[in-house]
């Protein structure tokens, strides 16, 4: 081994470049990042070649002032923190002073800037050697340009593992795509090869929302399908939108997730959020989602990674529990509970809206071929029928618990009209015709019903008649051992036996069917992972949502009108109506415009 020596500055800056730099949208970031804190109103990104031939950057930022230049791409030089307490509570998004200099060592960097006090421009050029470069004149308006061109033509090694252009330009995009989310105030364009892919407007313009912006980078289907979320807890502060179940993809492409305006990827966050749709989502499907958490600075840790892709949270605990409960009281609302469509959801004109004003909210008795008696749901349908001795074909008064001011009805999901094919339920709404698969709803009603049972029920134990002895590592024991309290409460007796070995003697009655080796093996897994364990309650759930599967309405059988309504009714009552227990929509509506479109006719 040879000695100790000094690095030469170039290669130290293109070390640094493999930990921020690995492929064009990295630098793209940077770049965007750096022209975010320069408070830039306007974004320009145009590439060649995915950005492996060139990348540029164009802000209408504060620009540089000439003195400043060559420290703009001079290693540890940064205007954005000068001390340890400036690092504790840094809102910037970048800050590192690591960034330019790493990209001019593995490529030819350009930067031409000019300061709003300054008579014209400055350029320099760089290629990350010791050298400090020297500004020439040049003609620029207020901002900063910065131009990387052949990015790892001197680094073969790295430049093998770029991808096709196409690959490349996709990786940008989507880096695009969620910088534009974090800041819809900022008008962002993209180019490539001479083409326009984004021209983004500020969320401020005139005319423009942030829904637009949503509808341009995401498509028509997310606004539509979307919730709005808005909550603030414990200095914590939550807005965004989430999609609803139904809107399940294959892949987790459309997650969007940000911290003070910063892009991240975390790990605790992944978790909050799939913990929140676990009781909704289809087995192997991903949610979608766009959210902003606001959180006082010195609670997160920004600088956990050289490319700024995590963070890290002082409060971890505070922060997961917050999100989860949001998000799940937010998906248990839904559209049916709150009242409302999603965001985005067709609605009619109001024109429309007061066509049906005087209609009837209770409908007259079908000559359908019912067999079957009110049962179950007669009672609940006498809470909205007509007062004795009243026409049932009249509108209640606005007073009257049902009705809107304006007569109308005021159900969310309307009074059924009748059956087709012995599976869906067809209601008329104030605002069109509502189509609710019964079993799908049914099932929902039921398995939050035995949830709430069990929640509010003592945890009934079952003792096991044969102890099952489970060898574990020594650590392992010694982590169930110290949450006993923790396994009690969730319904499982265990002693230890030995240094590695611990019996389970007793399990939740209704679980008596599982493995209690593998049920204390995925515990002690989770706590390993995440200092807390929701396997038994999730176990459990798995129980009751069967058990409610088959309790629920089955296909075919026909329902009298007051079932039906009764069961509109028990929709709106319920969390998470809007989807059955295997993610499926359980009700669609049809406004007034479709059904117009549909038959070709105008209002």
């Not at 539509?224 to 414990?234: N, R």
């Not at 079932?563 to 319920?574: H, K, P, W």
């Amino acid at each position: 081994m040879s000695r100790i020596h000094a690095l030469p500055p170039q290669l130290i800056n293109q070390i640094a470049a493999g930990e921020v730099v690995d492929r064009p949208d990295s630098v793209v970031k940077e770049l965007i990042e750096n022209s975010l804190d320069a408070g830039a109103t306007r974004i320009e990104v145009d590439l060649e070649r995915g950005g492996i031939k060139r990348i540029r950057v164009r802000d209408n930022g504060r620009g540089i002032e000439r003195e400043d230049l060559p420290l703009a791409v001079a290693r540890h030089a940064t205007s954005k923190i000068a001390t340890l307490s400036d690092l504790e509570a840094v809102s910037t998004l970048g800050f590192r002073g690591e960034a330019l200099p790493s990209i001019a060592s593995v490529s030819r960097l350009e930067i031409c800037s000019r300061d709003a006090a300054a008579e014209h421009a400055w350029r320099v050029w760089s290629d990350g050697s010791e050298a400090p470069p020297d500004p020439a004149p040049a003609a620029h308006p207020t901002g900063t340009t910065i131009e990387v061109h052949d990015l790892f033509f001197n680094v073969p090694a790295r430049r093998k593992f770029l991808r096709t252009e196409k690959t490349e330009l996709a990786h940008v995009e989507q880096l695009v795509r969620r910088m534009a989310l974090a800041r819809p105030e900022v008008a962002l364009r993209l180019d490539h090869n001479g083409r326009n892919l984004f021209d983004l407007r500020p969320a401020d313009a005139a005319g423009t929302t942030i829904v637009a912006r949503l509808r341009a980078l995401l498509g028509d289907a997310f606004v539509e399908q979307s919730l709005s979320v808005e909550d603030a807890a414990v200095g914590l502060q939550l807005h965004g939108w989430v999609a609803r179940p139904a809107f399940a993809r294959s892949q987790g492409d459309m997650q969007f997730f940000f911290v003070n305006g910063r892009v991240v990827r975390d790990k605790l966050v992944s978790h909050a959020v799939r913990q929140a749709y676990q009781d909704v989502l289809h087995h192997g499907r991903h949610p979608a989602y766009v959210l902003y958490l606001q959180v006082p600075p010195r609670q997160v840790d920004v600088n956990v990674h050289p490319a700024k892709h995590e963070v890290r949270f002082r409060e971890g605990r505070q922060v997961h529990d917050f999100l989860f409960r949001s998000l799940h009281r937010r998906l248990a609302e839904g559209s049916v509970a709150r009242g409302v469509a999603p965001m985005g959801f067709p609605t009619a004109p109001r024109e429309v809206r007061e066509a049906p004003a005087g209609e009837a909210p209770y409908q007259r008795p079908f000559p359908l071929r019912c067999t079957d008696g009110p049962g179950a749901y007669a009672a609940a349908f006498d809470l909205q029928r007509p007062p004795p001795g009243a026409d049932p074909a009249a509108p209640p008064p606005a007073e009257q618990p049902g009705a809107s001011e304006d007569g109308s009805s005021a159900a969310p999901l309307g009074y059924a009209l009748g059956q087709l094919n012995g599976v869906y339920v067809l209601a008329q709404a104030s605002d069109g015709l509502i189509v609710v698969d019964m079993h799908a709803a049914h099932e929902r009603i039921g398995y939050e019903r035995l949830k709430a049972a069990w929640e509010q029920g003592e945890l009934r134990r079952q003792p096991l008649l044969v102890p099952v002895v489970v060898h574990l590592s020594p650590a392992e024991a010694d982590l169930a051992e110290s949450h006993l309290g923790l396994l009690d409460r969730l319904g499982l007796g265990i002693s230890r036996l030995a240094e590695d070995r611990v019996a389970v003697r007793e399990v939740p009655a209704i679980l008596q069917a599982v493995d209690p080796e593998q049920l204390l093996r995925d515990l002690i897994a989770d706590l390993l992972a995440e200092g807390n364990s929701e396997r038994v309650r999730d176990e459990v759930n798995g129980v009751l949502a069967t058990i409610a599967c088959h309790g629920s309405v089955r296909a075919n059988r026909r329902l009298t009108l007051p079932e039906m309504n009764a069961l509109l009714r028990d929709m709106e009552r319920t969390e998470r109506a809007d989807q059955c227990n295997h993610g499926r929509p359980t009700w669609i509506k049809l406004s007034h415009q479709e059904l117009d479109r549909l038959f070709m006719r105008g209002r």
